[in-house]
């Protein structure tokens, strides 16, 4: 049978290498074989890397993946396997092998130059994936289920090439090509909440899948709405977001006028999740409660901690930092580099070691005596929880009293974890507006 997937959309013959991550199901064994039937139509063509991840939880995931190294082989197509070491959860298994499995192919993508990692979710997988978040009682953002790209760590696109086809229709095609696939016991397993589902979809004849994606659409298009209202409006109200040296976020109370209850509420959200270095945003009813709080008529410098985060109602503006606890201390040796927090990037240039923390108030105190700092225009509850570098017990970098240039032997640059991480393309273009409006006062 034929199968027509636009690969010309992705521009593939602009790409060195894409990697194609292939467990030895059908979904993905039948993306890798129109990959490679499209790459081979391209004058230039881009090398094609199948990578298998044993995440070790069966014994039969080493005999599977050498299965795919053979088929492979046999078709002349370079592949991987990288293995899931180490311990694994006894708890929560799904969750931390679909994380370990990203991690693993952005590591493999890393290797052989390519920046783009094709998957083989398909339409079935969207069914499920809506109805399980639907029973969890999600929300219309995560009703929107999977986009047909994501960024990973702000440097990779995962691309989902299969989101509008049918399993049972890979699966004829494989069949006409006499090509087996693997099926993984543990999609019957049904400990798990993804097979439970697959069951009840099967059997349940009241289940209407053309409702179900009339409903994901229709979620998308909610989604997107309200991403467009609030990265329109602040594109149109450029002074609306300032970041503050000592960390702060404050928002022109004002300027967030005009604004639907969502896209207030999805803002006061993002700010929560940048401030407090999360990777996620607060649930719905945490950004609803966000907004009561700002919007209401209450005294003005009330504070609530929601998300890691204080957020504090001020007669012209609303401030926004981070809570004063759990904060980490970070060991960096010559060379390394790490997050702090979520909220910095930190690189040790240096040939001594650095240990980043926070400082507590006496110390702060000096430091900014030292280096005759302002302390009038320092907001100090979020200053206590900014990073400092320290080396050999002296401080040698603090974010208010250090420029671009002041010292080369560490970098700290600030992150968006919120958006650095993984990022759905639902999200693309708020994420842009959203990085412009918080870069626009501060050094990012």
Not at 101 to 120: M, S, W
Not at 345 to 369: A, C, F, M, P, W
């Amino acid at each position: 049978m034929t199968l027509n997937i636009n690969f010309d959309a992705y521009a593939l013959s602009d790409e060195s290498a894409i990697v194609v991550g292939v467990s030895g199901g059908s979904d993905s064994l039948a993306l890798l074989l129109l990959l490679q039937d499209y790459l081979s139509t391209l004058p230039k063509r881009p090398r094609l890397v199948a990578v298998t991840v044993d995440h070790d939880l069966r014994a039969e995931s080493a005999s599977e993946a050498r299965y795919v190294a053979a088929l492979c082989k046999l078709r002349g197509i370079e592949h991987h396997i990288s293995l899931w070491e180490g311990d694994k959860p006894a708890t929560g298994v799904p969750d931390a092998a679909r994380k370990k499995r990203y991690q693993l192919l952005v590591e493999a993508a890393a290797k052989v130059g390519a920046c783009r990692i094709f998957t083989g979710h398909t339409l079935d997988d969207q069914i499920e994936t809506y109805l399980m978040r639907k029973e969890r009682g999600a929300a219309v953002r995560g009703l929107a289920v999977m986009a047909e790209h994501t960024r990973l760590n702000n440097q990779f696109i995962l691309t989902r090439p299969l989101l509008s086809k049918r399993r049972e229709n890979l699966r004829e095609f494989l069949s006409e090509k006499n090509i087996d696939w693997v099926d993984d016991p543990t999609n019957v397993d049904l400990h798990y909440e993804r097979p439970r589902m697959r069951i009840e979809i099967k059997h349940d004849k009241q289940s209407d899948q053309a409702l179900i994606l009339a409903q994901i659409n229709q979620a998308q298009k909610e989604r997107s709405s309200v991403n467009a209202e609030l990265a329109a409006h602040l594109i149109a109200h450029k002074g609306l977001i300032h970041v503050r040296p000592d960390g702060a976020i404050d928002v022109e109370k004002s300027g967030t006028d005009g604004l639907s209850a969502d896209a207030s509420a999805l803002l006061f959200g993002i700010l929560a999740s940048l401030s407090g270095g999360k990777k996620y945003l607060p649930r719905p009813a945490d950004m609803r409660r966000i907004l009561h709080h700002l919007k209401s008529d209450r005294q003005k410098d009330e504070r609530i901690n929601i998300h890691g985060s204080v957020i504090e109602r001020r007669a012209k503006y609303f401030r926004f930092w981070r809570e004063n606890r759990h904060l980490p201390e970070l060991r960096l040796d010559a060379c390394e580099s790490a997050i702090w927090d979520g909220r910095y990037h930190i690189k040790n240039y240096g040939k001594s070691g650095i240990t980043v923390r926070s400082l507590d108030k006496l110390e702060l105190q000096k430091h900014l005596r030292e280096n005759d700092a302002n302390k009038n225009e320092l907001f100090f509850p979020a200053l206590v929880t900014m990073p400092a570098i320290i080396c050999n017990n002296i401080i040698i970098g603090c974010t208010v009293t250090d420029s671009a240039d002041s010292n080369r032997a560490f970098s700290m640059v600030a992150v968006f974890s919120l958006f650095d991480h993984v990022l759905t393309g639902h999200d693309f273009e708020l994420a842009a507006a959203v990085k412009a409006a918080c870069c626009a006062k501060t050094r990012c």
